[in-house]
């Protein structure tokens, strides 16, 4: 093979190793990129509903914990039953009410964020079988409130008004605080608020154990697919 013949073919050579590292490159890329957009899309899912969950659990651990201390809750046997609710003031809602109604908020944003994720589960990545685990996961939390007369529908419903149109964030305390103070809105509520006076006086402890057992296993599946802590253990210390 000729001088000429050597150049050519080392040309055309280098060329083709060139375009193959080109195309293999743009490749890595485009699947770099896919992958960051769908971990980005889970975490604006999984994320918001960890963090609720913990915060959930974490409130109704305080009640649980009160209860079999010294047989109730104190901070909330504030109402003997929600219609009560209509005559508070701003400021009874920012001082004695705030333990009571602060929990029903924070168990309201886990209906939002569960009903959120349980809605566009057919959206998300993720791996294996986990989507299904996932929607079981859900499930078992919106079962184990049902089972406490919190119906699902009604967690539903719940969930649905808490979320704020157009920009879909969730109510603040005080907006939330708003909503219970319109007698025709709070109705919808009623069940949640009845379910926390219940276990307030230490009622219905069985019923209370399982949806902590059910949350429980939720944040620890949201832990795992996030590679995230502890998260319930994380909301303890936090107190510390």
Known sequence: MDTLSVTLVSAL???AISMGLVWLTSQQQRRDSKRTQRETHNVSYLNPLRWHTAEAHHRLSLFATSVDRHGSYRPA???SEPREIDDKSAAWFAGTGVALVSSIWMTACLFAQMTRTRHDIPFLRLP???DTRLAALILKVHVAFAACDVY???QSSI???VVLEPDQ?????REFCDLLSQADRRVWADPLIWFHLAIA???RRPNLQRALDALQELSGFLDDSLAGGASLRARWDAEL
């Open 13 to 15: 050579t280098s060329g």
């Open 77 to 79: 046997r504030v109402l």
């Open 128 to 130: 294996g079988q986990d």
């Open 152 to 154: 699902y529908a009604t």
């Open 159 to 161: 969930g649905t008004d």
């Open 169 to 173: 964030r969730l109510m603040s305390y």
């Open 201 to 203: 006086e230490g009622e």
